[in-house]
C-alpha cells in the first residue's frame, strides 16, 4: 500500500467534498491533525475511519486503500492487492506473536526450574512435588500459549475480512 497515494487521495475526496480537514475530524471524532496526518500519507486510517471514510465519500474501502476510483477488473486488481497486503501483515504479526510467547514459556519455564531446584529436598516427597510444579507450570504456558495464538489467529482473520469486504 503505498501511504501517499492514498493520502493524496483522501486530500481529494475531501475537497471534491468541499470539507475542511476540521469538519472532516468532527464527522468522524478525529483531530484535524489526525486527518492532516493521513492526507500526507504519516499514518493510516483505522478500520473504522475508514469505514466512516468510505461512507461519506461514497467509494469503497478497496479504492480508499488503492488511492484512486476503481471499477471492474481495477477494482479487482486493487481488492487482491489489498487482500495480499493484509495476509502478509498478518502473517508477520502472528510470526512475531509466536516467537515472543516461545521466549516467554522458555522463560518461566527455566525460572520455575531454577527456583524449584533452590528449594531444600530432604525427601522423596519433596522431588515428587517439584515435579509436579514444572508440569503444571509447563502445561500453563502451553495452554496459555495456545489460547493466545488461537485469539490472534481469530483476530487477523476478522481484521482481513474488514479490509476486503465493502
Not at 466512516?52 to 480508499?64: A, R
Not at 516461545?102 to 512435588?129: G, S
Request: charged share 20%; net charge neutral.
Amino acid at each position: 500500500m503505498d501511504t501517499k497515494k492514498i493520502g493524496i487521495f483522501l486530500k481529494d475526496l475531501r475537497n471534491e467534498k468541499g470539507m475542511t480537514q476540521e469538519q472532516l475530524g468532527e464527522k468522524i471524532g478525529v483531530s484535524n491533525k489526525t486527518i492532516s496526518r493521513w492526507e500526507t500519507g504519516k499514518y493510516m486510517p483505522p478500520v473504522d475511519c475508514l469505514n466512516m471514510l468510505s461512507d461519506i465519500y461514497n467509494i469503497s474501502i478497496n479504492e480508499i486503500l488503492g488511492g484512486e476510483r476503481a471499477s471492474g477488473d481495477k477494482f479487482t486488481k486493487i481488492a487482491d492487492e489489498n487482500i495480499t497486503v493484509t495476509l502478509k501483515g498478518g502473517e508477520k504479526n502472528y510470526q512475531t506473536f509466536k516467537k515472543i510467547m516461545m521466549c516467554i514459556l522458555a522463560l518461566t519455564t527455566v525460572l520455575t526450574i531454577i527456583i524449584i531446584m533452590l528449594l531444600p529436598m530432604n525427601t522423596v516427597r519433596d522431588v515428587i512435588v517439584m515435579v509436579l510444579v514444572i508440569a503444571v507450570a509447563f502445561i500453563a504456558n502451553t495452554l496459555n500459549l495456545t489460547l493466545n495464538l488461537i485469539a490472534l489467529a481469530t483476530k487477523e482473520g476478522i481484521s482481513s475480512g474488514i479490509y476486503i469486504i465493502d
